[in-house]
């Protein structure tokens, strides 16, 4: 099938779950490898009924080969699971997540063009993220970005955007994540004017548009900690682009770590955040990602994957660009951010 859309198959990809202790990719043909406790989470939660499953898969498959053949996507079925989970089995929504997953890329190809872990190593050496080794108890793996580590001299703040993006592909890829989610935490510590300047409205909505519309994982959680005064003025940046459901969903904690410590225990953060995981190690995440390098290049280093492909006008990322009235609200919010700082 994957011959068929324009991809190229270079048979099984070499995994380094074993050396890191995250689970590993489904297999090429797929099986269930859900517990049978999360089996009924998804039924509860996702509308997954195991008994209809490949039945439903079968629905998006088709819907894709009808209204857009020329799509060059894959259509296996572990690869279509995570865009009908992240839409609770609506195929309409599903087929939705999955063009504007693909139109994003054409939308923002500074993000996505040669997009592989050996092109942000500098953003992973730094430590500006990582994913800490041990679930929740919800199941849900926690990933934890520092932006206070980046300077704008030290490179530009997309490769920031390419490093998350990376980590979020790695993160989706076991079934459990599609089920149970994930939760950020973000350390704002060493955050200033010069790092909150660089994030404009017109690219943060692109950023947030990506997360919300554009990407098949349910963030359960946006923990903040350390967050300087001048956090106000970023989250009015961000706020405007985020739905509802998705803006509640963010705890800002200051610098209390009991607080943090209330929707994450400390069984499961580093010593830094007042945890007893140990020190929080960055190097283990960044292996995870570099040893998946033929892994990215095969999904990310092809041709265009919407070449070709007539969109509906209603697509999210197709048109976005900057306009007079984008660059009069980030001179509002700049002068906010100063006011706040």
């Keep these: 099938m994957a011959e068929e859309n324009g991809l190229l198959d270079v048979g099984p990809l070499e995994e380094s779950a074993a050396a890191t202790g995250f689970p590993p990719a489904p297999p090429p043909i797929y099986t269930c490898t859900l517990t049978p406790e999360l089996v009924a989470k998804a039924r509860e939660e996702l509308q997954e009924k195991p008994e209809w499953r490949l039945r439903d898969v079968q629905a998006l498959r088709d819907m894709v080969l009808k209204d857009q053949p020329n799509l060059r996507t894959r259509l296996d079925d572990a690869f279509l699971l995570r865009f009908l989970r992240a839409r609770k089995f609506d195929y309409d929504r599903a087929l939705q997540l999955l063009l504007n997953y693909h139109a994003s890329r054409r939308a923002w190809p500074e993000v996505f063009h040669d997009l592989r872990p050996s092109t942000v190593k ?35 703040f997309v490769d920031n955007i390419r490093a998350i993006y990376l980590t979020l592909e790695k993160l989706i890829q076991p079934e459990e994540t599609q089920v149970n989610g994930i939760v950020i ?40 900690i350390n967050e300087p005064r001048i956090f106000k003025g970023i989250f009015a940046i961000i706020k405007p682009f985020l739905k509802e459901k998705m803006a ?39 292996r995870t990602l570099l040893d998946s390098e033929v892994e990215f290049v095969v999904e990310f280093c092809q041709p265009d994957p919407l070449e070709g492909v007539v969109l509906p006008d209603s697509m999210l990322f197709e048109g976005e660009q900057p306009g007079p009235q984008s660059e009069d609200s980030y001179r509002g919010l700049r002068s906010q951010l100063y006011y706040c700082y």
């Design 185 to 224: 935490l973000a350390d704002y510590s060493g955050v200033g004017l010069s790092q909150a300047s660089s994030l404009g409205p017109f690219l943060a909505k692109k950023v947030v548009g990506i997360l919300q519309d554009g990407f098949p994982i349910r963030i359960k959680a946006v923990n903040i």
């Design 248 to 286: 509640e969903r963010f705890i800002l904690h200051g610098s209390d770590l009991s607080s943090l410590h209330r929707n994450i225990p400390r069984s499961v953060l580093p010593e830094e955040y007042g945890g007893v995981a140990g020190r929080l190690d960055t190097s283990t995440w960044s």
């Design 122 to 156: 500098h953003v992973l050496d730094l430590g500006f993220l990582t994913v800490l080794p041990h679930p929740d108890p919800h199941g849900r793996y926690i990933l934890c970005l520092r932006p206070g580590k980046w300077k704008p001299n030290d490179y530009p």
